[in-house]
Each structure stands twice: as C-alpha cells, then as structure tokens.
C-alpha cells in the first residue's frame, strides 16, 4: 500500500454543465451570492469558478444537453449539499431567484452505527435541474 502524503484530501471544486450559461451564472452569483473567480472560453466552450464561501469552488461548463437525469446511473452525484445555519432561509432565497422545490425545509434524524445524525436538510432544483442541499447538522 502506498503511503498517504502529509496533507489530508480536502475538497476543491466540482463540476456542473449547464444549458444556459447566463442564466445559471445568475442563479449562482446574484442569487445565492457566491464569487465569480473566473471565467474563460467562449460560447458552447464558455466555463466559470465560483467561490461557494469558505475556498470550495463549483466550476461551470456551458454546452450542456437537456435530458432525462437520473439518480440510479452508476458514477453519477446525487447532489451538492451546502453546509448551512439556516436551511430555511436558503432554501427561500434559492426559490425567490429560479430554484424549484424538491423538497422543503424538514427536520430529519437518522440512525447510524455512531450518534444519530439530527439535520434539518431542504432541497431544490437549480436552473438545469441540478439538485442542491441545504443542510445543517443540530450537533
């Protein structure tokens, strides 16, 4: 077995292609307030990086075609979970500027093999059906 380097993974970014590049750079920035890092390329070939707050970044490709998503495909993210206080307000918000509901803001407490893990979690569609999570550990 290889040896592990001295510092830990810790999460960079993740990717997301979109159908419509504006409008999803809208939803992003102006709507739920991340930083617009950069961007580059052009038209179908157009990309962005946001800062969602705390150094994570998402990383926008435009060119996306419309389809069916699906949960079930192997190797495909369910969702993006954002570490949040106030679940509520950010699910509010990410619906007042062009999210859809999934699911509204509930207190969930789920049995694990360590402490159960008490959350309040909300979901919503963002502008090409990606599935966003705001979610707040009680504990």
């Known amino acids: 077995m290889a040896v592990l380097p001295a510092k830990p993974l810790k999460t960079h970014h993740a ?7 504006d409008k999803s750079l809208n939803f992003y920035t102006e709507g739920l307030g991340m930083k617009l890092l950069k961007t580059w390329g052009e038209e179908d070939s157009r990309a962005a990086m946001f800062d969602i707050g705390d150094g994570t970044c998402i990383e926008m490709f435009a060119g996306g ?12 993210f ?7 206080e106030d679940p509520d307000s950010w699910y509010e918000r ?4 062009g999210a859809t509901s999934k699911s509204a803001p509930a207190d969930l407490l789920v049995e694990t093999s360590a402490d159960p893990l008490d959350v309040r979690i909300a979901f919503v569609y963002g502008p090409d059906g990606e599935v966003l999570e705001f979610f707040h550990s009680k504990r």
């Open 78 to 84: 369910i969702h993006f979970a954002f570490d949040v």
């Open 65 to 76: 075609i419309k389809g069916e998503l699906s949960q079930d495909r192997a190797g495909s």
């Open 15 to 21: 990717a997301l292609k979109v159908t419509d590049f």
């Open 94 to 97: 990410a619906l007042s500027c």
